[in-house]
């Protein structure tokens, strides 16, 4: 069975890297509020499977979920031995998302998406890691297609509404999807860009999420400009009404599980992040 997640979760930076001695103490109060799955990223490598014992190690019934493994820093046979080593609960409660990252960060290594994607997970699933247990970064079609396939199914990054409606009629019924969503609580609006801005500055370098977008609508001016459309389309930005809204348009569209990314005016500030998570929790929960 795929883990249980619920309908809402919240994707953390700083439940990853921040300050090693509070995470244990956020990740429970996550937990505590009602949230589904806590989501920490992936993608630069490290040791992703000691902070995901952590976090299992700091919780008792949460879904723990990477958002996402990046499939050029970690080799099969590495996480099919730390998942043999888990105990039944503790494998109940991961959702492995797994990513091909992009092409500008991995050099000459990078290899086709979709056929380097498919041959990873076969060899993860063949070395006894449970499809059930893992889904994929999917923006594009055919790698939605890939995860309806291979995988419990899709966890997109930077996405809309709309985005989670494609994925849906592709995905079909029975297969999970699981977008994040960005959600900016200043009131300010100047300073609400500025944050938003700030959040987007690395991605909107890399083609994957660029050409994402562009099938959205959006435009390579927007992008190249940091448009207000671009920026609203992404980010869910002036309070908690606002979040709220923009979830509830995902579930409507066909999301299962939304997770939230509270984007703070300071990196690693877990402090306005868990401000951010009850306010949510109150809104959503």
Not at 187 to 215: D, G
Request: proline share 5%; net charge negative.
């Amino acid at each position: 069975m795929t883990p249980h997640i619920g309908k809402l979760g919240i994707w953390s930076m700083e439940a990853r890297f921040a300050d090693p001695t509070l995470i244990a103490e956020a990740a429970g109060e996550i937990e505590a509020l009602g949230y589904g799955a806590l989501w920490v990223p992936g993608g630069i490598g490290g040791d992703i499977t000691g902070d995901l014992d952590r976090l299992l190690d700091a919780t008792r019934h949460i879904t723990i979920a990477t958002g996402i493994i990046n499939i050029w820093k970690h080799e099969p046979a590495e996480l099919a031995a730390w998942w043999r080593h888990q105990d039944a609960a503790r494998r109940a409660r991961l959702l492995l998302g797994l990513g091909i990252s992009h092409g500008p960060l991995i050099g000459e290594a990078w290899g086709k998406p979709i056929a380097t994607t498919r041959a990873y997970v076969a060899e993860l699933t063949g070395l006894g890691v449970p499809a059930e247990n893992l889904c994929l970064a999917a923006l594009g079609p055919k790698m939605i297609e890939l995860a309806r396939d291979v995988t419990a199914g899709a966890h997109p990054y930077l996405v809309t509404p709309e985005h989670s409606q494609r994925a849906r009629a592709i995905l079909g019924t029975g297969k999970l999807l699981a977008p994040e969503q960005g959600v900016i609580l200043e009131q300010n609006r100047q300073k609400a860009r500025e944050m938003a801005l700030a959040a987007l500055a690395h991605y909107r370098q890399l083609p994957n999420y660029r050409n994402s977008w562009l099938r959205l609508g959006i435009t390579e001016t927007d992008i190249d400009e940091g448009s207000d459309h671009l920026l609203d389309a992404l980010f869910a930005i002036g309070g908690v009404d606002a979040a709220a809204q923009r979830v509830r348009a995902h579930w409507a569209a066909g999301a299962d599980h939304v997770c939230l990314q509270v984007v703070t005016a300071q990196p690693m500030d877990l402090a306005a992040a868990s401000e951010g998570w009850r306010a949510l929790a109150r809104a959503l929960i």
